[in-house]
């Protein structure tokens, strides 16, 4: 998604050089599918030795040929010269075996999500690599330290966790573990701003950034449809239209997919002690048990024509005039936004990112109009307060609780 984001990665243009001859000299990228590919790309084309790893025949060398048509098309539109697109995939070698992987100063795991197969290979890699060889993953839901469990030298593992796709998309979460070294992740740091990347640092915590603060904006807009306080795309133009977002929460939810937004939010839902801010909506389980995914299924909140194109009632103009500035209980951008800045501070109150990074991380990741920071210190953070004590009366039952950040000062 998001693919109309300026191609910031591609300006990197060699200016991981100065890496070359350091210890990042060589990187490897394990898993050669849609995020592994992706991250070669990027790494080669700042300047790095890489190697593609995957063990299904001829996947890794499909893969270069995906880069190879990448490349040719930055290059027809005058992004790249034919030289530049030539050292790059010079650079780039495919490979079936992570066995036979040369010493490297990096390796990134891109392999499909899946505890136990990640762990056995950062176990193994661990084995084969010297000891100040980064092993990183780039895993959007698995705790660090649960990858890092069978490592030797466990503080040179942490989390590279890159969005799709990610030639295109800046952010870049760094994700670090009870016992990574802070050295590595500043070095990792550096590298990444090394790439044309932003980087952003958060602990090892469910969700990291984005894919945490995120969950209201999708929970709201579901319980304020499944309550009938107002229809799909009538939220959906509040959200747009008042809130700036790019798309509606519902839209969203659609073009994701039901089903792969329903398993992030389930497993920061689980992973939080099924904390009642992340519980699932009945909403969204039964899309997803109907098999109504959204546009890859041609009907999710909405329906699709076989070109992809929405068939969406209109918006009630009037009655989104009405929900707006009136009870936040029933105010989808209000309750919303509230919602959003909790999390965000909630974040920052526990220690495990920084105000900066969280609204960076929701700027870049998800294009939010504003950080929700930023956008609560606007409403002020008294006010968000009230209104999450608001929702509290409306809704008792623990899912509405102010963080202690927002009455507390430490944000002011
Ligand atoms: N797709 C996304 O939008 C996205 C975004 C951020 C992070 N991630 C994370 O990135 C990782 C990879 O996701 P993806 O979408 O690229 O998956 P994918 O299914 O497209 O690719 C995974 C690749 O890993 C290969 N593989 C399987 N076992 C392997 C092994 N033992 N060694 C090496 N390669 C192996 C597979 O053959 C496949 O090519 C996951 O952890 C995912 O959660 C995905």
Redo the contacts with the bound molecule.
Sequence with gaps: MDTDVTEAGQNATNRGSDDDEGIFATVAV???????SGIAQVAATAGHRVVL????IG?AVEARQRIEAALDRLESKGRISREHAEATLERLVASES?HELPECGLVIE????DLH??RR?FADLSERQPANTVLA??????DIDDIARDVIDPERVLGL????PPPVMALVEVVHGEVTSPAFVEHVTALMRAWGKTPVRCASTPGFIVNRVARPFYGEAQRIVEAGVADAATVDWVLRERGGFPMGPLELTDFIGQDVNLAVGTSVWEQTGHDERYTPTDFQRRLVEAGTLGRKTGKGVYTYAADGSVERPEPDLELAGRLVGGPVATDPLARTVAMLVNEAVGLVHRGEASAEDVDTAMRLGVRYPRGPIEWGGEIGFDVVAAQIAELDAAFPGGRYRPSPALTDGSLR
């Design positions: 394990i898993g050669a599918g849609a995020m592994g790893v995957d063990p299904v996947a992570v891109a392999v499909p999500e197969l990640k290979l993953t780039n895993t959007s839901s698995i966790h890159f969005f799709n």
